[in-house]
């Protein structure tokens, strides 16, 4: 169903506003528990942050195909092989907010100048098949949010586990 201009500006605001959200609870992790895994398979606080920074780098990229190419194809990715491949506890969690941050300004200020015909262009995704701008939109206005709470969730065991 196609989002209205009304329903898509609340969901550019959420948007925007995940880096801030997502920085305050990384704030709020000691240093102790921010390579700390609550479990196998797990990700630390450490390696959320990196990831997000992968992950908003990789939807930069994905809406602009979107809102500019005839059918494009989008592309997925293995984000638990990059965060072990990539080796996320040896990179800046600084680095990552601060590239998490840029990359959403500098998209939040794109999709507000994107005419209505770019979030109606579809493209196809190779992991979810037919993927639209507004489908991305839906997608990455969560995707700081689960993770914010993934941040927390984490501190909460963490402390769990010392009490």
């Not at 797990?42 to 920074?53: I, P």
């Not at 990059?82 to 506890?89: C, I, M, N, T, V």
Request: aromatic share 10%; charged share 30%.
């Amino acid at each position: 169903m196609a989002l209205d201009a009304s329903s898509r500006e609340s969901l550019i605001r959420r948007y925007e506003e995940g880096p801030r959200r997502l920085r305050a609870a990384w704030e709020k992790v000691p240093e102790p528990a921010r390579q700390w895994r609550p479990g196998p398979g797990k990700w630390s606080a450490h390696e959320v942050v990196c990831h997000t920074a992968d992950s908003e780098a990789n939807a930069y990229v994905r809406i602009r195909f979107l809102a500019s190419d005839p059918a494009p194809t989008i592309f997925g990715y293995d984000q638990d092989r990059w965060a072990q491949k990539l080796d996320y506890h040896a990179a800046s969690p600084e680095l990552a907010l601060k590239t998490t941050e840029a990359v959403r300004a500098n998209t939040a200020d794109l999709l507000r100048r994107l005419p209505d015909s770019a979030w109606a262009n579809t493209g196809t995704h190779t992991e979810s098949g037919k993927y639209s701008g507004e489908d991305w939109l839906r997608i990455y206005a969560e995707h700081l949010e689960k993770h914010t709470r993934q941040i927390e969730r984490n501190l909460e065991a963490w402390k769990a586990r010392k009490a």
